[in-house]
């Protein structure tokens, strides 16, 4: 109660009271619990962030002295509270999930990558180099889903770990790769979490579909008559997946003929004759 009257009370513009009251904090916040420490680190933070952006000379102090406090309540020496803690307190406050004065930026930017070996340790090894097989896959199926919209990975709701570039990257390869095989349909349900009782459009289902059909279309242009067996079952395959999707209105069949016009025009007008035709 005491600490939250004095983080009230802050103001930045006074330089004694706001000299007196960190130093306040400094002294008894090594007596309270983790539970305290974090509210008073989100507080402290939040306060910070109204400060100005642009510090007066004579203000410099002011701001180090709260970035000495906050470097304080984050370091593992010091034991205040759990540095999960804190990185979830402070990522779930803030819109980007991180402090927003700039003051804080190289000090935050630090603590959480020291996380990554911890988010390394929580994903799925060696997911990136493997892919699902169908019909052994869907007992197992949750560490394949990914986002509808964004196609990365599914974390838990209350995962606010920072992975590495390539873990957190849009997984166009995989569901392509899902798309492409024999009787994948129930699988690639399954990696978009797709529901045939909801029947949710998916745009980026459409999107690669698009590709997929584009890029048979190259094949089917460029290889020789030995190839038509395999070229032929290409097809019939991705005809049937079209079927599938657009009959249980995953994908809409009017966008995908529009997609697939825009993406064949975009090409040089040699390829759309040949293509069209």
């Not at 911890?118 to 997911?127: E, K, Q, T």
């Not at 529901?195 to 089917?220: G, P, T, V, Y």
Request: glycine fraction near 2%; charged fraction near 20%; hydrophobic fraction near 40%.
């Amino acid at each position: 109660f005491i600490f939250d009257l004095l983080i009230d009370r802050l103001n930045f513009s006074e330089t004694s009271s706001w000299m007196q009251t960190f130093n306040i904090l400094s002294n008894h916040i090594s007596k309270t619990d983790y539970r305290v420490c974090r509210e008073l680190l989100v507080r402290v933070l939040s306060k910070v962030s109204t400060c100005p952006l642009a510090i007066p000379r004579e203000k410099i102090s002011q701001i180090e002295t709260a970035k000495n406090f906050v470097s304080r309540m984050l370091s593992r020496e010091e034991g205040l509270l759990p540095g999960y803690s804190a990185y979830s307190a402070v990522a779930k406050r803030f819109p980007d999930g991180a402090p927003s004065h700039w003051i804080f930026e190289d000090m935050w930017e630090k603590f959480r990558n020291s996380f990554l070996l911890l988010a390394d340790l929580v994903s799925v090894p060696g997911r990136l180099s493997l892919r699902p097989i169908v019909g052994y896959s869907s007992s197992t199926g949750v560490i394949w889903k990914v986002d509808q919209n964004s196609l990365q990975f599914v974390r838990k709701p209350n995962n606010v770990l920072r992975f590495s570039k390539e873990e957190s990257q849009c997984q166009v390869g995989l569901l392509a790769h899902a798309i492409n095989q024999p009787s994948s349909r129930e699988l690639v349900c399954t990696i978009l979490s797709l529901s045939r009782q909801n029947r949710q459009r998916c745009i980026q289902l459409e999107d690669i579909l698009i590709q997929l059909i584009f890029d048979a279309a190259k094949r089917s242009e460029e290889e020789s008559s030995a190839s038509l067996p395999r070229i032929t079952f290409t097809w019939n395959h991705l005809c049937s997946q079209l079927v599938f999707f657009a009959l249980f209105q995953f994908a809409s069949l009017s966008n995908l003929i529009s997609g697939l016009t825009e993406k064949v025009e975009s090409q040089s007008p040699t390829s759309f004759a040949r293509i069209k035709s």
